[in-house]
């Protein structure tokens, strides 16, 4: 959209290592159902994720567990905040 900027410091990236070089913390804010395959990605980084901010809701339909459970099981290592529910 045109009409609307970006702050500098917000940059954009198709590339998962690019786009998570060096950050504190992500956001995953993706459809329930592709939840457990990008916790999948971000476990395989070279260095994952400390903290994960899930701002996706519903639950795994597969296993029917939690989202924060599914990332948990992928980033055992990561603090996982859900900012919606359920959790």
Known sequence: VPELSMPSQVKMSTDLVEATRGVEAVVVAVSSQAVA????????????PPVVILASKGI??????PLSAVVADHLPAAQVVAVSGPC
């Open 37 to 48: 395959e990008l916790s999948a990605r971000l476990a395989a980084l070279p260095t994952p």
């Open 60 to 65: 795994d339909v597969p296993t029917l567990r």
